[in-house]
DNA sequence: TTCTGAACTGCGAGGCACTGTCAGTTGACC
DNA sequence: GGTCAACTGACAGTGCCTCGCAGTTCAGAA
């Protein structure tokens, strides 16, 4: 078992992420002046007042300052515990759909919107995010495996990982290109949708 | 109508195709030597005999040194032409099947798989890859709309569209991974069966 | 064949993301 | 309160990539 409890955080842990939560704050307001390319680690690493040396170990790459989430780790979990009793693809669909909606309330859905902008546009960003997702279905498939006593190294189940995941990933797409307009619960689940049934051919 | 015919192609252009050529294969020689991080640009361009300046002219950046192949565009082409006659899952299987599997012997196939190593194992490479996919995911699914009436920007096609793309470089990822044993076309053509036949719940 | 414009090439300078190291400091655990 | 491990900032260095400039080469027409 993965028991990975929500243990009660140190004051170190604490700072670092409060320093992160504030690091990152920074840097979006500046690259929403001045654009993504033209804010420097620099410019960043001074106006949050750290080092530029911590934002490098705080987030490793510069991408990473818009990607990350402190949320995510706590998707997979939620994902691994509903795994237990349901099935995983009904399992997946509520931890993208109820899950995510909900982290969007706890945080402000508006700054998310303003990461998910750069995810989106800025080419670099996204291809992170792709490296990221690549290990997301990684860690996905393997929890899959584990409860479903299936092979995570078989092709089917690898397909299957990517499929969804990258399903999900256009639903965010869409949701963008469309200015936010519809609900995400509602692409997601559309998305979903059309990966469980197949392919009709037109 | 794309007309895109294969024109006789002038000097000016042959001699860039021989020189990215060239290029290409001077820089895996010298990756499969030292590494890819070991080796910097301007090794590659001294080794092959131009400028720096010019490699960046050619491929832009050092990961495409890698992911360029002059037979991607081919693909696309081919992609559409059967598009006329055919319905569009089918269209693609073929494409990625026979044609793939056609030009990887006119090119040698050991040549491929050392490109293909360097695509799976070197995380900027790979990241790379996921960003060339998703400009192929626009025009493909833009291809299949001209034909089928579709709407290019609706949630299905998109889903659809991503759903194949990544099938295909999961199925490319699972050959690398069990060490280029069986062949890739037939890796292909389960990986889209995968897709095709919608989610079985375990 | 020769002329003219456009495309290509090499060169040099520079910006900036990112890495590694090393002292100095701060929180964790006894 | 003392010890050790973890963290932080400062600094130097590497290499990808960009930009502007001058010289060269090809394409298309005269």
Do not use: N
């Amino acid at each position: 078992m993965t028991e990975q409890m929500t243990r009660p955080l140190g004051l170190r842990e604490r700072k670092k992420l409060k320093a992160m939560r504030h690091i990152q704050r920074v840097a979006l307001d500046l690259f929403d002046r001045d654009g993504y390319a033209h804010v420097t680690i620099e410019r960043i690493a001074a106006e949050a007042e750290v080092s530029p040396s911590s934002i490098y170990r705080y987030f490793g790459t510069k991408e990473m300052i818009v990607l990350w989430d402190e949320y995510d780790p706590i998707m997979l979990q939620a994902f691994d515990d509903r795994l237990a009793a349901q099935d995983p693809i009904s399992a997946l669909r509520e931890v993208l759909t109820e899950v995510v909606t909900a982290a969007m309330f706890d945080q402000d859905e508006q700054f998310i919107r303003r990461r998910m902008t750069y995810m989106m546009e800025e080419p670099s960003v996204r291809a992170s995010m792709g490296r990221q997702a690549d290990e997301t279905a990684v860690q996905l498939r393997q929890t899959i495996a584990k409860h479903t006593g299936r092979d995570p190294d078989g092709l089917e189940l690898r397909v299957v990982t990517v499929a969804l995941i990258s399903a999900f990933m256009e639903a965010i797409a869409y949701w963008h290109d469309s200015g936010y307009r519809d609900s995400l619960r509602e692409i997601v689940d559309g998305a979903l949708d059309v990966i469980e049934r197949g392919l009709r051919v037109g």
